[in-house]
C-alpha cells in the first residue's frame, strides 16, 4: 500500500510568513510523530499523536509551532511568523500502534525542506 | 534524558570490506533500538529493529547486536557496496513510546 506522504516537498517562506506542512500517515496508523532535522544531523522529535489526541508536545521549540491532527488521519504542522532558524527538513513519521515490547516499526515520510528567506 | 550518539560520524571505505557502526546511549531501560538508512533528500528507511530481549537481529547482509547492559548496539555491514552509501541512524524510544531519540547518524561512502 501508500507510505506516509508530505506536502508540500519544498517550501521557501519569507522571514514573518505563516506555513503549514501536511502529513498523510499509512492508512489505520495509531501513532503518528512529527520531526525536525538539521543539516548533518539526526531528527529531533517535535510532537506526538496517537489518534486524534496531542500526547506529546516537549519538542515543539516554541509557541510559533502548532500541530493537529482533528480526525486522527491527516496531521498538519503550522508554523506562525517563521524565522530563520526554523529552516530544516520536516519529517512524519507513522506506526501501527503504540505497545511497549512491540515489533513496532516507524515509517517515514520523505520530508518537507523549509527555507525561510 | 536520554542520549543516543554515533561513532564515527563519517566513514570511508572501498568496495567489499566489512564495516561496524556504533551507536550507544545513555539510558539502558529501553524496549527496542531501531536502525535506520537515509538517502540524501529522501526520508529514513527502516533497516533493522531489535527488540530489549534480542541480541541479534539480521537481514541480508546486515547484522545489528544490542547489549543493553552496556548501553550499545553495532550495525555491521558485510561486503559492502557502492549502494550502500548513506546516512545510517538508531534510535530509541522513551519508555511510553510517545518520542524517539535519534543518534546525529553516521555517514558511510563506500568507494567502487
Known amino acids: 500500500g501508500a507510505g506516509v506522504s508530505q506536502s508540500p516537498r519544498y517550501k521557501v517562506a519569507k522571514r514573518g510568513q505563516d506555513v503549514a506542512l501536511r502529513c498523510d500517515p499509512i492508512?489505520?496508523?495509531?501513532?503518528l510523530f512529527w520531526y525536525q532535522q538539521a543539516l548533518g544531523q539526526g531528527p529531533e522529535f517535535l510532537t506526538y499523536?496517537?489518534?486524534?489526541?496531542?500526547?506529546?508536545k516537549s519538542g515543539l521549540p516554541s509557541d510559533r509551532f502548532f500541530a493537529e491532527r482533528p480526525e486522527g488521519s491527516v496531521s498538519t504542522l503550522k508554523i506562525q511568523r517563521t524565522q530563520q532558524e526554523d529552516s530544516a527538513v520536516y519529517l512524519c513519521?507513522?506506526?501501527?500502534?503504540?505497545?511497549?515490547?512491540?515489533?513496532?516499526?516507524?515509517?517515514f515520510g520523505p520530508g518537507t525542506r523549509l527555507t525561510v528567506t | 534524558k536520554q542520549e543516543v550518539t554515533q561513532i564515527p560520524a563519517a566513514l570511508s571505505v572501498p568496495e567489499g570490506e566489512n564495516l561496524v557502526l556504533n551507536c550507544s546511549f545513555t539510558?539502558?531501560?529501553?524496549?527496542?533500538l531501531q536502525w535506520f538508512r537515509q538517502d540524501p533528500g529522501k526520508g529514513l528507511t527502516s533497516l533493522l529493529l531489535?527488540?530489549?530481549?534480542?541480541r541479534e537481529q539480521t537481514s541480508g547482509r546486515l547484522n545489528a547486536s544490542l547489549d543493553k547492559s552496556s548501553g550499545r548496539s553495532t550495525l555491521y555491514i558485510a561486503a559492502s557496496q557502492p549502494g550502500d552509501s548513506a546516512t545510517y541512524l538508531c534510535?530509541?524510544?522513551?519508555?511510553?513510546?510517545?518520542?524517539?531519540?535519534f543518534g546525529s547518524g553516521t555517514k558511510l561512502n563506500v568507494k567502487p
Open positions: 539510558d539502558s531501560a529501553i524496549y527496542n
Open positions: 531489535i527488540q530489549s530481549s534480542q
Open positions: 534510535a530509541v524510544p522513551k519508555y511510553n513510546f510517545n518520542k524517539f531519540y
Open positions: 492508512s489505520g496508523h495509531v501513532s
Open positions: 513519521a507513522s506506526s501501527l500502534t503504540r505497545t511497549s515490547g512491540s515489533r513496532d516499526e516507524q515509517y
Open positions: 499523536f496517537q489518534n486524534e489526541a496531542q500526547l506529546d
